[in-house]
Structure formats: C-alpha cells, structure tokens
C-alpha cells in the first residue's frame, strides 16, 4: 500500500517551454503533497507544500510564479514549471501523506529527470 | 535550529559487516524520526522510523538508536550486503509538519 505516482519519469525540453509533472496518490487519500527538488549527490530540498483545495505554501526563496502547484484533488497534485531555463534543470522528487491517518509517513514518488536544453 | 546533521558523508563496508550513519538534531519539538533509502533515479523509500518514546527500534537487519538527551540517532545495518549500497537519509519532523532531511550517506558495501 501508501503508492505515489510520479509521471513523467523523464523529460527533455526546449529552453521556454513549460512543462507540468503529475503526482498522484494510488490506494490513499493524500490532503498533503510535498513538492522537493535534487541536485545531484545533495538532499532534498522542499520547494513547496500543497494541501487538497488550498493554495500551497512555497519555502523561502522559491518563486511561485515560476513553480506552479496545484492540488485539485485528494489524489492527484501538478508541479508546472513556466518557461523552464536550463537552471531549472534537476529532480523532481513528490511525497504524499495521508494526514487522515495518525503517525502517517510521508511516501514518495520515483521521482522525474526534467532536462532543459 | 531546524537542522539535522548527518555523517558520515559517505561510508565503504565489507560485506557481512555492520553499516552505522549517525544524525544529531537540534529541534527538541522533533517528534518523528524517519531514515530513507535512495537508489540512483529513484525516489526515497521509507526505511524505518522512530518516536522519541522508545531507545531502539529493529526491523530486520536495520535498526535505530535514539538517544533523546543526546538529541542523536543513528541507523544500524546488520550483515550489510551488496543490495544495501544507496544514499541513506535521516530526517526529523514535529507532527505532520514538513520533514527536515539530513545531507544524506552515501554507502558502498564491497562484496
């Protein structure tokens, strides 16, 4: 159980293009997304947190025009980033939780490679 | 105050050995303890976790140590084996809220 998608795995894109990864919870219900970006060899740093029906509350330093998230539903959480540059290159990690559930851990999705050219 | 120090930064077993990452915090409102488990191109996967209520908690070859006063915990591996070679990560959080994530261990175990 407690299965996070994470779609797509890998994209390669135009410098200027805006590209939307999707983050879905399988067999839960998840009222909180995590949003995380990784660099290679380092953590993970969060970019945002974003609750079912609410707007997501961005980590300091991280611009919310440019990182687009939106939680329309309990299973389903959308990271866009709007004209992706080549620094915008990295992983793109999602974790999902299902504040329902006492004690539940945070689950996370394989991740997705997004390379600007 | 929300960082969680993790070291070693990376670390070379034998196999059969006995694999240790240590990670101090400072936060004394952390309430929840994970470790995660990371493959090239692969997300984390949840390991195993601990509440500042119990010292140890083992599930089978991995174990964690707490040491509440001390504001540490580490993470055992038992019989380290080949399969076991990953980036490790502990992390800490206060109920629900945003876990913080250490620097992450790389581990080599050499057959």
């Known amino acids: 159980g407690a299965v996070v998608s994470q779609h797509p795995s890998w994209v390669i894109c135009k410098s200027g293009t805006s590209v939307k990864i999707e983050c879905r919870s399988l067999?839960?219900?998840?009222?909180?997304m995590f949003w995380y970006r990784q660099f290679p060899k380092q953590s993970l740093m969060l970019m945002a947190t974003s609750n079912e029906g609410s707007k997501a509350t961005y980590e300091q330093g991280v611009e919310k025009d440019k990182f687009l998230i939106n939680h329309a539903s309990l299973t389903l959480s959308t990271l866009t980033v709007t004209s992706a540059h080549p620094e915008d290159s990295s992983f793109y990690i999602c974790?999902?939780?299902?504040?329902?559930?006492?004690?539940?851990?945070?689950?996370f999705g394989d991740g997705t490679r997004l390379s600007i050219l | 105050q929300q960082q969680v120090k993790q070291s070693p930064q990376s670390l070379i077993v034998q196999k059969g050995g006995i694999s240790i990452i240590n990670c101090a915090y400072e936060n004394t409102a952390f309430d929840y303890f994970p470790w995660y488990q990371q493959f090239p191109g692969k997300g984390p996967a949840l390991l195993i976790a601990i509440r500042p209520d119990v010292s140890e908690k083992k599930e089978g070859r991995f174990t964690i140590s707490f040491n509440k006063s001390a504001k540490q915990f580490s993470l055992h591996i038992m019989d380290s084996q080949p399969g076991d070679s990953a980036t490790y990560f502990c992390?800490?959080?206060?109920?629900?809220?945003?876990?913080?994530f250490g620097q992450g261990t790389r581990l080599t175990i050499n057959p």
């Open positions: 067999d839960f219900q998840a009222t909180t």
């Open positions: 992390a800490a959080s206060k109920g629900a809220q945003k876990l913080v």
């Open positions: 974790s999902a939780r299902d504040a329902g559930v006492l004690n539940q851990p945070q689950h």
